[in-house]
């Protein structure tokens, strides 16, 4: 049982208070912190830090949000509302977010990790690299969700995702597959493309072609057999995908093409 004792902590370390960490937690969070920093700037000058050290960077970095949490608060990671609007003007995305784990948050709202890539000055900053959730649980992954997470590689989603928003993955061309864990709702192809899925399990609408392809990944041509029997193409699908030189649509079955697809 953890007791909060709000009393107990110094106004001077207000800002670093969170309830179920003592102060001598505190004291060692920050010396391995720099100690970290130290050896990461002058590894032939400073000590390595101890694995327990190297446990509490990583927990700092490697982020768990075990069963039973819900919800990430607004702009938490991004600093930006679903609107993608500054929630704090004094403040930036956290550029030293490595990855995220994700057991039973039902929504991912727009925006959320926004931004939350290397800054080039941290020497924790490495931009977010890994994103996964437990097989069930999530429904909803927000529009512009992870925009220039330029560091982004490794993408497991919930299979239960069944609300997908316009291009979460916009900026991250360093993407070239996303998981849906054998969702019935979407899927992502091996080119590149995120499909949503018809009710037989047939690629219907195209969601979102990743930016790497044509560039770092894949053919500067699309279609048209990869594009067999699609109905539907969602706004922005394939914006920004500046290696892709032709898509070629005779094979699908699309009677419109919505504004700013490309």
């Known amino acids: ?37 130290n050896y990461k700037n002058n590894p032939e000058t400073h000590d390595k830090p101890t694995q327990d050290e190297y446990s509490i960077i990583n927990s700092a970095l490697d982020i768990v949000l075990p069963a039973g949490i819900e919800a990430i ?28 784990t994700m057991y ?22 490495t931009g977010l690299r890994g994103v996964y959730q437990n097989p069930t649980g999530c429904t909803t992954v927000g529009d512009y969700a992870f ?33 849906f864990n054998a969702g019935p709702y979407y899927s992502c192809s091996d080119a590149a493309i995120i499909f949503g899925l018809d009710s037989n399990g047939n690629m219907g609408k195209v969601m979102e072609c990743l930016e ?17 029997g699609v109905t539907e193409m969602a706004e922005e699908a394939f914006m920004d995908c500046d290696g892709i030189g032709q898509v070629d649509l005779k094979s699908s079955s699309l009677s419109k093409v919505p504004e700013r697809a490309f």
């Open 1 to 37: 049982t953890v007791t909060e004792d709000r009393n107990a902590v110094p106004p001077t370390t207000r800002d670093y208070y969170i309830p179920y960490l003592t102060p001598e937690n505190i004291d060692a969070a920050k010396t391995a912190v720099t100690n970290y920093q």
């Open 73 to 100: 608060q607004t702009g938490l990671f991004s600093n930006l509302d679903t609107e993608g609007k500054k929630v704090d003007s004094a403040k930036t995305a956290n550029t030293m977010l490595q990855s995220i």
């Open 104 to 125: 039973t948050v039902d929504e991912i709202e727009p925006y959320a990790f926004a931004d939350c890539t290397n800054d080039g000055q941290s020497p924790f900053s």
């Open 147 to 179: 925009r220039n997470c330029t560091s982004l590689s490794d993408v497991s989603l919930a299979a239960t995702v069944e609300n997908f928003g316009l291009r979460p993955f916009m900026g991250c061309d360093n993407l070239y597959y996303v998981d």
């Open 212 to 228: 790497c392809r044509g560039n770092s990944f894949g053919n500067a041509k699309v279609g048209p057999d990869e594009l067999s």
